[in-house]
């Protein structure tokens, strides 16, 4: 699968979080959340792509579970 809305949006996502990123002012603490937001925003296009190159259904739907976290960290 290299189609489809919820690929592009993943990856628009991730494309959006480093920027947002790169915009925002620097200071110690600062930079270690922005780390952790580039991190789990980036993580999301990457699970979701992993999820659909799963060995079965109960990997697919593990690794989707991993896309919910990943995308609600990245919220919180």
Do not use: H, W
Request: net charge positive; with cysteine.
């Amino acid at each position: 699968m290299r189609t489809g809305p919820l690929y592009n949006r993943t990856k628009q996502f991730a494309v959006d979080t480093v920027g947002f990123a790169a915009t925002c002012e620097r200071s110690l603490v600062k930079d270690i959340l922005i780390r952790q937001l580039v991190r789990s925003g980036t993580s999301v296009g990457a699970n979701y792509r992993a999820a659909f190159r799963a060995r079965s259904n109960a990997e697919c739907i593990a690794k989707l579970g991993f896309v919910e976290e990943e995308a609600d960290e990245t919220i919180y």
